[in-house]
Nanobody, 124 residues
Framework: QVQLVESGGGLVQAGGSLRLSCAASTRTFTIGVMGWFRQAPGKERELVAAISRSGGATGYADSVKGRFTISRDNAKNTVYLQMNSLRPEDTAVYYC?????????????????WGQGTQVTVSS
Protein backbone atom coordinates (compact mmCIF):
# COMPACT_ATOMS: atom_id res chain seq x y z
CA GLN A 1 0.00 0.00 0.00
CA VAL A 2 1.19 3.51 -0.84
CA GLN A 3 0.29 6.59 1.16
CA LEU A 4 0.32 9.93 -0.64
CA VAL A 5 0.27 13.30 1.09
CA GLU A 6 -0.19 16.47 -0.96
CA SER A 7 0.77 19.98 0.05
CA GLY A 8 1.10 23.41 -1.52
CA GLY A 9 -2.44 24.25 -2.50
CA GLY A 10 -4.06 27.56 -1.72
CA LEU A 11 -5.54 30.77 -3.07
CA VAL A 12 -3.72 32.74 -5.74
CA GLN A 13 -4.58 35.51 -8.16
CA ALA A 14 -4.78 34.88 -11.88
CA GLY A 15 -1.33 34.97 -13.42
CA GLY A 16 0.28 33.76 -10.22
CA SER A 17 2.13 30.55 -9.42
CA LEU A 18 1.87 27.65 -7.01
CA ARG A 19 3.97 24.55 -6.45
CA LEU A 20 2.31 21.36 -5.33
CA SER A 21 4.23 18.57 -3.65
CA CYS A 22 3.27 14.97 -3.01
CA ALA A 23 5.26 12.71 -0.71
CA ALA A 24 4.78 8.98 -1.10
CA SER A 25 5.48 6.39 1.55
CA THR A 26 5.44 2.63 1.19
CA ARG A 27 7.10 -0.40 2.74
CA THR A 28 6.11 -2.93 0.12
CA PHE A 29 5.81 -1.33 -3.30
CA THR A 30 8.22 0.24 -5.74
CA ILE A 31 6.62 3.47 -6.83
CA GLY A 32 6.40 3.75 -10.60
CA VAL A 33 4.47 6.32 -12.56
CA MET A 34 3.20 9.36 -10.64
CA GLY A 35 0.75 11.99 -11.68
CA TRP A 36 -1.57 14.83 -10.83
CA PHE A 37 -5.28 14.87 -11.55
CA ARG A 38 -7.84 17.55 -10.79
CA GLN A 39 -11.56 17.76 -10.31
CA ALA A 40 -13.58 20.95 -10.47
CA PRO A 41 -17.13 21.18 -9.09
CA GLY A 42 -19.58 19.47 -11.39
CA LYS A 43 -16.85 18.08 -13.62
CA GLU A 44 -15.13 14.74 -13.99
CA ARG A 45 -11.65 14.10 -12.66
CA GLU A 46 -9.08 14.76 -15.37
CA LEU A 47 -5.37 14.20 -15.84
CA VAL A 48 -3.19 17.26 -15.39
CA ALA A 49 0.27 15.73 -15.77
CA ALA A 50 2.08 12.43 -15.33
CA ILE A 51 5.70 11.32 -15.17
CA SER A 52 7.36 7.94 -15.61
CA ARG A 53 9.48 6.39 -12.89
CA SER A 54 12.73 7.51 -14.51
CA GLY A 55 11.40 11.00 -15.16
CA GLY A 56 12.31 10.60 -18.80
CA ALA A 57 8.74 10.69 -20.05
CA THR A 58 6.05 13.19 -19.15
CA GLY A 59 2.53 13.88 -20.33
CA TYR A 60 0.28 16.92 -19.94
CA ALA A 61 -3.29 17.94 -20.54
CA ASP A 62 -3.50 20.32 -23.49
CA SER A 63 -4.96 23.00 -21.23
CA VAL A 64 -1.80 23.17 -19.07
CA LYS A 65 0.97 22.63 -21.61
CA GLY A 66 3.55 25.38 -21.43
CA ARG A 67 2.29 26.53 -18.02
CA PHE A 68 2.68 23.52 -15.72
CA THR A 69 5.74 21.34 -15.16
CA ILE A 70 5.82 17.98 -13.43
CA SER A 71 9.00 16.62 -11.87
CA ARG A 72 10.02 14.03 -9.30
CA ASP A 73 12.76 13.22 -6.82
CA ASN A 74 12.97 9.45 -6.44
CA ALA A 75 15.35 9.69 -3.50
CA LYS A 76 12.56 11.45 -1.62
CA ASN A 77 9.66 9.59 -3.26
CA THR A 78 8.19 12.99 -4.05
CA VAL A 79 6.50 14.42 -7.12
CA TYR A 80 6.04 18.11 -7.79
CA LEU A 81 3.76 20.20 -9.96
CA GLN A 82 4.95 23.71 -10.74
CA MET A 83 1.98 25.76 -11.89
CA ASN A 84 2.61 29.11 -13.56
CA SER A 85 0.32 31.62 -15.28
CA LEU A 86 -2.62 30.25 -13.34
CA ARG A 87 -6.12 30.90 -14.62
CA PRO A 88 -9.50 30.86 -12.86
CA GLU A 89 -10.36 27.71 -14.83
CA ASP A 90 -7.48 25.93 -13.06
CA THR A 91 -9.51 26.09 -9.85
CA ALA A 92 -10.06 22.53 -8.63
CA VAL A 93 -9.09 19.94 -6.08
CA TYR A 94 -5.75 18.50 -7.18
CA TYR A 95 -5.03 14.86 -6.47
CA CYS A 96 -1.69 13.10 -6.46
CA UNK A 97 -1.65 9.55 -7.82
CA UNK A 98 0.87 6.74 -8.05
CA UNK A 99 1.08 3.46 -9.88
CA UNK A 100 3.42 0.49 -9.92
CA UNK A 101 4.19 0.47 -13.65
CA UNK A 102 7.44 2.28 -14.47
CA UNK A 103 6.26 3.61 -17.81
CA UNK A 104 4.20 6.70 -18.50
CA UNK A 105 0.46 6.20 -18.28
CA UNK A 106 -2.18 8.90 -18.46
CA UNK A 107 -5.43 7.12 -17.67
CA UNK A 108 -6.73 7.12 -14.11
CA UNK A 109 -7.05 3.34 -14.27
CA UNK A 110 -3.26 3.13 -14.42
CA UNK A 111 -2.89 4.59 -10.93
CA UNK A 112 -3.65 2.43 -7.91
CA UNK A 113 -2.99 4.88 -5.10
CA TRP A 114 -4.49 8.33 -4.53
CA GLY A 115 -3.99 11.20 -2.14
CA GLN A 116 -6.71 13.09 -0.31
CA GLY A 117 -6.45 16.12 -2.56
CA THR A 118 -5.46 19.75 -2.09
CA GLN A 119 -7.59 22.74 -3.07
CA VAL A 120 -6.27 25.22 -5.61
CA THR A 121 -8.32 28.38 -6.08
CA VAL A 122 -7.42 31.00 -8.68
CA SER A 123 -9.21 34.32 -8.37
CA SER A 124 -9.78 36.62 -11.33
Amino acid sequence: QVQLVESGGGLVQAGGSLRLSCAASTRTFTIGVMGWFRQAPGKERELVAAISRSGGATGYADSVKGRFTISRDNAKNTVYLQMNSLRPEDTAVYYCAAGTTPVLVTRASGFGSWGQGTQVTVSS
